[in-house]
């Protein structure tokens, strides 16, 4: 089994968090030996969605709440600013 490049803290949980720059099309490596091919390049420490995330849903990072989609976020995708809204957590 190759080696985890991205951490999942919680079980709750929707994100990852990359350990190493990965490439779109990439490998997402999960700690249980599961891939995920990446839809886009996830940078180091970036966060990476573990499932599909409708429009509106939360953001679970570390068993917390850290935002909600502001779109449709495809399992594999790159979760940053651009699809997430720090500013209406629940």
């Not at 490439?23 to 599909?52: F, M, N, Q």
């Not at 939360?58 to 399992?75: C, L, S, W």
Request: aromatic share 4%; net charge negative; proline share 7%.
């Amino acid at each position: 089994m190759m080696k985890p490049n991205v951490i999942i803290i919680n079980p709750l949980d929707n994100v990852a968090i990359a350990l190493e720059d990965i490439s779109e099309g990439g490998d997402v490596r999960l700690p249980d030996g599961a891939p995920i091919r990446a839809l886009a390049a996830i940078p180091y420490s970036h966060k990476v969605a573990l499932t599909d995330i409708p429009e509106g849903e939360n953001i679970v990072k570390y068993g917390e709440i850290i935002g909600k989609a502001t779109e449709t976020i495809h399992k594999g995708q790159w979760v940053h600013t651009h699809n997430l809204n720090i500013d209406n957590k629940r």
